[in-house]
């Protein structure tokens, strides 16, 4: 086994030993955490689906951003992230959701950084929670993608300990 797919199959792993059902809405990572997933067996037990939600108006039909978040604070923002979690765990019929947005490169888009991410897991209960954090990564297009939705995978576990113990933000 390749050393670099290690963490995403532990993420799996995490999933299936804590009955969590993962989707995704995914922007600036196409699809990214999905196929890493997803070339490991076992992983239609523990993903529903994910969302590739390229376009403004795409994040606005089918995930319910506002065109007010996105106006007041741009595309590549925490809100934005916020509201794309959200709304995927609305519409599915998953316990878990991760979200990312951002610009993966080469070059800035609307004074944004290239490879600055940003990300938000939502877990169902009663509140939601929601968590949001932004990163930046760095290397060809490509590799930001890579390692953004590596990242998004990640650090999944560690939000979801954060959530076991009562934090919701």
């Not at 290690?6 to 059902?21: E, I, R, T």
């Not at 600036?28 to 376009?55: H, I, K, N, Q, W």
């Not at 959200?86 to 610009?103: E, F, Q, Y």
């Not at 953004?148 to 560690?158: K, N």
Request: glycine share 10%.
């Amino acid at each position: 086994m390749n050393m670099a797919s290690d963490p995403v199959l532990a993420v799996l792993g995490y999933l299936k030993d804590h009955h969590l059902v993962l989707t995704t809405a995914e922007s600036c990572t196409a699809g990214c955490m999905v196929a890493l997933l997803a070339a490991f067996p076992g992983t239609g037990e523990v993903l529903e689906s994910g969302y590739v939600v390229y376009s403004p108006s795409a994040k606005k039909r089918l995930l319910g951003v506002s065109a007010q978040t996105i106006e007041r604070y741009g595309l590549t923002s925490e809100p934005v992230a916020w509201e794309m979690a959200l709304g995927a765990l609305k519409d599915s019929d998953a316990n878990v959701v991760i979200a990312t947005t951002g610009v993966a490169g080469p070059s800035p888009t609307s004074g944004v950084l290239p490879g600055t991410l940003c990300f938000a897991w939502a877990f169902a209960g009663e509140p939601i929670a929601v968590f949001t954090r932004t990163q930046r990564f760095f290397g060809e297009r490509a590799q930001v993608m890579h390692d953004g939705a590596v990242y998004g995978l990640t650090r999944l576990m560690h939000y979801h300990e954060r959530w076991l113990r009562g934090e919701r933000a």
